[in-house]
């Protein structure tokens, strides 16, 4: 306990700094993006949101956040060249008109926009903080520190959204609000408290650091190995971001959690599919020590193999009932999974990088993570909407039955057709959601959705037994390991 207590008195104050302004960061990004937005872009317009398909969804958040994982390479750059504290500056004034902008504009193509222009905010800031934690610790404090780091960044994830879902019922606007409180906060931090940390700089010009990362990236892609490894991941994380695309639009389509609610003795509408998706942050910050100190003992291969295989499980019981215990419960093994898998991720790429080129190897690390945004985007929209989208279940439903129902327009809106339905069919709301379910089975999404996540533990296995042939990372045989 003493050796603890002297290492966490060996911060400096910018390392708290550093953790403050993350904590912030993260509250007002996942206010923002977990769970929420992917119901603002889709609710109708005459309930206050957007009214947007989910291809158009799909194709907003996946293009964006790919944008946002990738650009990181050119925006270390740029804050390796002119200052982490300008680029932070500039990072939370583009995000604070971004989320203005995006509480205002209702079009599909002024959405996209913004939602671009968040991305780069994002991408400015992403390398930011992470690197001034690894600039102001050393050897003997950076485990602590990251440690640190990262249960800061799960703490803003799980505060964001669980205030979020209490807020966006009321007024949507409520929640942009209250991200670009927390980015405003930031900006005053950055510009009263945040002390620019030590950089070694290369003495390169911006243009030629920008060269160099992407000719480093090239190098890198030239081992066809480790290539296959960043394709594989970026299928994992296709059917991970299925946690921000599909599963807050299916809770809301087909999920009654009032009944949730009132068996808590809550209001109803207490709980809401916000709610719901905040709870994968709050089972990695209460479990994540115990699941690392169990995969401390694995290769980080087996473990993100085993990771991914649980969290397809937990995927699988998300999306393959009503039940809305059943679904909390698919939640948590579905973080479980996350906490197996993913920190061992970028364990494995530093292990399995030649020595002399770790560094080269590492700044590929976002590159899955943009792959897996982007084949995200792409599941969420139209397969999805094939296979589960309420409104394109029920027109199936009504022209099946050969009912005439006008087209939604401006003048007959989506909830005037689901009025119009019920009428038709005879039933009320609950009555409809469950024929729907009953006639159409939308559950079977999760089959696609697992499907995905098995295959990237499959090919993981393959990947293993035939590329790799049994040996790690470093190349030592693993056969007898535990």
């Given at each position: 306990?003493?050796?603890?207590?002297?290492?966490?008195?060996?911060?400096?104050?910018?390392?708290?700094?550093?953790?403050?302004?993350?904590?912030?960061?993260?509250?007002?990004?996942?206010?923002?993006?977990?769970?929420?937005?992917?119901?603002?872009?889709?609710?109708?317009?005459?309930?206050?949101?957007?009214?947007?398909?989910?291809?158009?969804?799909?194709?907003?958040?996946?293009?964006?956040?790919?944008?946002?994982?990738?650009?990181?390479?050119?925006?270390?750059?740029?804050?390796?060249?002119?200052?982490?504290?300008?680029?932070?500056?500039?990072?939370?004034?583009?995000?604070?008109?971004?989320?203005?902008?995006?509480?205002?504009?209702?079009?599909?193509?002024?959405?996209?926009?913004?939602?671009?222009?968040?991305?780069?905010?994002?991408?400015?800031?992403?390398?930011?903080?992470?690197?001034?934690?690894?600039?102001?610790?050393?050897?003997?404090?950076?485990?602590?520190?990251?440690?640190?780091?990262?249960?800061?960044?799960?703490?803003?994830?799980?505060?964001?959204?669980?205030?979020?879902?209490?807020?966006?019922?009321?007024?949507?606007?409520?929640?942009?609000?209250?991200?670009?409180?927390?980015?405003?906060?930031?900006?005053?931090?950055?510009?009263?408290?945040?002390?620019?940390?030590?950089?070694?700089?290369?003495?390169?010009?911006?243009?030629?650091?920008?060269?160099?990362?992407?000719?480093?990236?090239?190098?890198?892609?030239?081992?066809?190995?480790?290539?296959?490894?960043?394709?594989?991941?970026?299928?994992?994380?296709?059917?991970?971001?299925?946690?921000?695309?599909?599963?807050?639009?299916?809770?809301?389509?087909?999920?009654?959690?009032?009944?949730?609610?009132?068996?808590?003795?809550?209001?109803?509408?207490?709980?809401?599919?916000?709610?719901?998706?905040?709870?994968?942050?709050?089972?990695?910050?209460?479990?994540?020590?115990?699941?690392?100190?169990?995969?401390?003992?694995?290769r980080p291969l087996n473990s993100i193999m085993t990771g991914i295989f649980v969290l397809a499980f937990g995927l699988g019981m998300m999306f393959a009932n009503l039940n809305p215990w059943i679904i909390v419960l698919g939640v948590l093994i579905f973080g479980i999974g996350e906490m197996a898998s993913?920190?061992?991720?970028?364990?494995?790429?530093?292990?399995?990088?030649?020595?002399?080129?770790?560094?080269?190897?590492?700044?590929?690390?976002?590159?899955?993570?943009?792959?897996?945004?982007?084949?995200?985007?792409?599941?969420?929209?139209?397969?999805?909407?094939?296979?589960?989208?309420?409104?394109?279940?029920?027109?199936?439903?009504?022209?099946?039955?050969?009912?005439?129902?006008?087209?939604?327009?401006?003048?007959?809106?989506?909830?005037?057709?689901?009025?119009?339905?019920?009428?038709?069919?005879?039933?009320?709301?609950?009555?409809?959601?469950?024929?729907?379910?009953?006639?159409?089975?939308?559950?079977?999404?999760?089959?696609?959705?697992?499907?995905?996540?098995?295959?990237?533990?499959?090919?993981?296995?393959?990947?293993?037994?035939?590329?790799?042939?049994?040996?790690?990372?470093?190349?030592?045989?693993?056969?007898?390991?535990?």
């Amino acid at each position: 306990m003493s050796s603890f207590t002297q290492t966490f008195k060996k911060f400096p104050r910018l390392f708290w700094i550093s953790n403050l302004i993350e904590l912030f960061e993260r509250w007002g990004w996942y206010a923002f993006y977990n769970g929420f937005i992917a119901l603002y872009l889709t609710t109708p317009k005459e309930q206050g949101a957007l009214g947007f398909s989910n291809v158009e969804k799909g194709t907003i958040m996946g293009t964006a956040s790919m944008i946002l994982y990738f650009l990181p390479v050119i925006t270390g750059a740029i804050a390796d060249r002119v200052g982490y504290k300008k680029v932070l500056i500039a990072s939370f004034l583009t995000y604070v008109a971004s989320f203005f902008m995006l509480s205002r504009f209702d079009t599909f193509g002024s959405i996209f926009g913004a939602f671009i222009l968040l991305a780069v905010a994002g991408a400015l800031f992403k390398p930011l903080i992470s690197g001034t934690v690894a600039r102001v610790t050393n050897r003997e404090t950076a485990s602590l520190g990251f440690g640190i780091f990262y249960m800061v960044v799960n703490i803003g994830g799980f505060i964001g959204p669980f205030v979020a879902s209490l807020l966006y019922k009321h007024n949507w606007n409520t929640v942009f609000y209250m991200s670009i409180a927390a980015m405003t906060v930031n900006l005053i931090i950055t510009l009263f408290f945040y002390r620019e940390p030590a950089v070694t700089g290369s003495g390169n010009s911006f243009l030629r650091n920008i060269g160099i990362a992407f000719k480093n990236i090239g190098v890198t892609l030239t081992d066809w190995r480790f290539l296959l490894f960043l394709l594989i991941i970026g299928i994992f994380w296709t059917a991970y971001n299925q946690l921000y695309y599909s599963f807050p639009v299916f809770m809301d389509s087909w999920v009654n959690l009032d009944r949730m609610s009132v068996s808590l003795g809550l209001e109803p509408g207490t709980i809401t599919t916000v709610t719901i998706s905040s709870l994968a942050s709050f089972f990695i910050i209460l479990f994540q020590l115990i699941i690392s100190s169990i995969t401390a003992r694995m290769r980080p291969l087996n473990s993100i193999m085993t990771g991914i295989f649980v969290l397809a499980f937990g995927l699988g019981m998300m999306f393959a009932n009503l039940n809305p215990w059943i679904i909390v419960l698919g939640v948590l093994i579905f973080g479980i999974g996350e906490m197996a898998s993913s920190p061992k991720v970028q364990e494995y790429l530093g292990g399995i990088a030649p020595p002399d080129r770790k560094a080269l190897y590492m700044g590929t690390a976002f590159l899955p993570i943009a792959i897996g945004h982007l084949g995200a985007g792409w599941v969420s929209g139209k397969p999805f909407e094939v296979m589960a989208d309420k409104l394109f279940l029920l027109k199936k439903a009504v022209a099946a039955k050969g009912f005439d129902i006008p087209e939604i327009s401006d003048t007959f809106t989506q909830t005037d057709y689901f009025n119009r339905a019920q009428e038709l069919f005879g039933m009320d709301s609950h009555q409809l959601t469950r024929y729907l379910w009953d006639t159409y089975n939308p559950s079977k999404v999760w089959v696609l959705f697992t499907a995905i996540a098995i295959a990237a533990s499959v090919l993981l296995f393959l990947y293993d037994r035939f590329i790799l042939k049994g040996r790690d990372a470093a190349g030592n045989n693993s056969g007898n390991r535990q």
